[in-house]
């Protein structure tokens, strides 16, 4: 059909008399469909370049199309599927009126977007809470013998707020028959009402095998709320958890009570997950456990001391999926990758916020004591791309490894194994650039620790909270194990298979393209280094 107005334009000249209406009619049909052509071919091609490659846009983490979004909720596995909704304000890149975002993964490292899932109606915003599968159908809401997946939320009622009340929180439920895709609330919600408390939400439910019942946890100001229910829609006060014990910094949200297996022994403990804000070990939001036991009534802590998840700045909110496929059992989590202090103004335009990779939990028993360690899926082998290995090579200082590893330095994971016969001053490493940006990540022997130093940083004027040195305390013997993820704006280091966590967003002027291996005081051997170049999730 495009031939034409080539044809008329060379016979123009000798036959202009003959052109009509008719010629004149298709040379504009022609024209229009060249532009439309162009116009969504264009369309087409920008939406491909586009498409998650905006500066700082995670490559490996899941974050939102575009606009704000906070915690992970609703975690549920169901017929292959892990699902992810989350906080989310689709009209501002800036907390609002809280919804349920939504995405499914089938390995926990490639996600798809799905449409937003809940929606506030006239009781409240939607905040936080989980979702779960309710197998023996106790609510009643499985039809055609599909069991309802059922989400348990928090109502944050601003008109309540508004008028001076302190009951706007209330707890509600909504079910799905169609795979978490379309959600029906249920008509007599709330199903657990305020008992005057100005916190009080983020349900967990989880079935309760022993006592044959679902148990919520949620957060009530400075403690924890325990409640039974034969059928998730009328609720029994257990007991309280927490006002004497854990840190109390701030206020608790978003807990999480689950069983585990020590890794040593096979015994079964129960863990406790609380975020507090503030009051994190680096300052801000950060997310503490308690290890002890559960009875189906009460639960009883035998840890005494204080324990982080995470001693980095930026791991918040995080909740563990609810089952898992036949086989799998894995304790998996993932956390709101940020901290309230600067979340609302860290520097990205289109979207706020990314989760952290997703880790699993791992608890063991050293030295008289419970660990909760965490470490990224074993998923993160699927988006490994290229790999540069070094072995058994002795380092006096540190050296500059720009160029020597034949890719960028993100998406990167690192693997070192390193020995040392005297503790190092400082062994670990350097990201820079031409800008002048430095973020380092160090062990120090001297002084017990593990450090993310952002202080290096020159793209901070955004927060006064955001630089910064971040501490953890660690203890290397004879040498160290780390595994870590470095994205376009997050690093998250692992130590010693998960007993060291750390994870820190930074924002450089520039893209890191410069890195340093740091040694200082004594040497080291490594006895093995592994950079994998690592696959955009996102890429098509
Ligand atoms: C935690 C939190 C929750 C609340 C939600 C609101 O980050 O404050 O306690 O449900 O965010 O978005």
Same mark, same amino acid.
């Given at each position: 059909?495009?031939? @034409? ?75 292959? %599927? ?6 989310? @304000? ?146 029994? *006060? ?63 802590? =035998?840890? #005494? ?54 880790? %699993? ?76 940006? =430095?973020? =380092?990540? *160090? ?7 593990? #450090? ?37 704006? $997050? ?11 750390? #994870? ?20 080291? $051997?490594?006895? =093995?280094?592994?950079? @994998? ?8």
């Amino acid at each position: 059909m495009f031939f @034409y107005p080539k044809l008329l334009i060379r016979n123009s000249f000798k036959m202009k008399s003959r052109i009509n209406f008719f010629h004149v009619t298709i040379i504009f049909i022609s024209i229009v469909l060249v532009a439309v052509y162009v116009v969504s071919n264009k369309k087409h091609m920008n939406s491909k370049i586009d498409y998650y490659t905006e500066q700082y846009r995670p490559q490996i983490h899941f974050s939102p199309k575009s606009q704000w979004m906070n915690d992970p909720n609703g975690m549920v596995f169901y017929e292959g %599927e892990y699902h992810l909704f989350y906080q989310y @304000y689709p009209d501002s890149t800036i907390w609002g009126p809280m919804q349920w975002g939504h995405a499914v993964s089938r390995d926990l490292t490639h996600w798809e977007h799905l449409p937003i899932a809940l929606y506030p109606d006239s009781l409240g915003y939607i905040f936080s809470g989980s979702a779960v599968i309710d197998w023996n159908n106790t609510s009643g809401f499985a039809s055609n013998g599909i069991p309802p997946m059922v989400a348990v939320f928090t109502y944050h009622n601003a008109e309540r707020v508004k008028a001076g009340k302190i009951d706007f929180q209330t707890q509600g439920i909504a079910y799905s028959l169609d795979k978490g895709r379309t959600w029906t609330k249920y008509a007599e919600n709330p199903v657990l009402k305020n008992p005057g408390i100005k916190d009080f939400r983020d349900p967990k439910v989880f079935w309760h095998e022993e006592t044959n019942r679902w148990i919520m946890i949620l957060a009530a100001q400075d403690r924890i709320k325990l409640y039974s229910s034969p059928d998730l829609l009328c609720w029994k *006060f257990e007991s309280d958890f927490g006002a004497k014990t854990g840190a109390h910094g701030g206020v608790w949200e978003c807990p999480d009570l689950f069983p585990m297996k020590i890794v040593e022994s096979g015994k079964q403990k129960w863990v406790m997950l609380v975020s507090i804000i503030p009051g994190g070990p680096n300052g801000g939001s950060a997310t503490q456990y308690f290890v002890g036991d559960f009875d189906g009534n009460k639960f009883t802590c =035998e840890t #005494t001391e204080t324990k982080w998840i995470d001693y980095g700045k930026d791991n918040y909110a995080g909740v563990t999926w609810s089952g898992n496929s036949v086989g799998d059992s894995r304790k998996l989590i993932i956390g709101w990758m940020s901290n309230w202090e600067y979340a609302t103004k860290v520097p990205t335009n289109k979207w706020r916020s990314a989760m952290t990779f997703p880790r %699993e939990l791992i608890l063991k028993r050293k030295e008289n004591d419970f660990h909760l360690c965490s470490l990224p899926v074993k998923e993160l082998e699927l988006i490994r791309e290229q790999c540069y290995a070094v072995s058994n090579q002795g380092i006096e200082d540190g050296f500059d490894m720009t160029g020597v590893i034949p890719f960028k330095t993100s998406p990167l994971e690192i693997n070192l194994d390193i020995k040392w016969e005297h503790q190092p001053q400082k062994i670990g490493l350097k990201l820079s650039n031409l800008a002048g940006d =430095e973020l =380092e990540v *160090f062990y120090s022997g001297a002084n017990g620790t593990f #450090t993310i130093d952002r202080s290096g940083l020159k793209n901070i004027s955004f927060s006064n909270d955001f630089s910064g040195i971040h501490e953890a305390p660690f203890i290397a013997k004879e040498g160290m194990k780390l595994q870590i993820l470095i994205d376009e704006s $997050s690093i998250e280091v692992f130590g010693n298979n998960g007993e060291l966590v750390m #994870t820190d967003l930074f924002f450089p002027s520039d893209d890191f393209d410069q890195m340093t291996m740091i040694c200082e005081g004594n040497n080291i $051997s490594i006895i =093995e280094a592994k950079f @994998y170049k690592l696959k955009s999730i996102w890429s098509e």
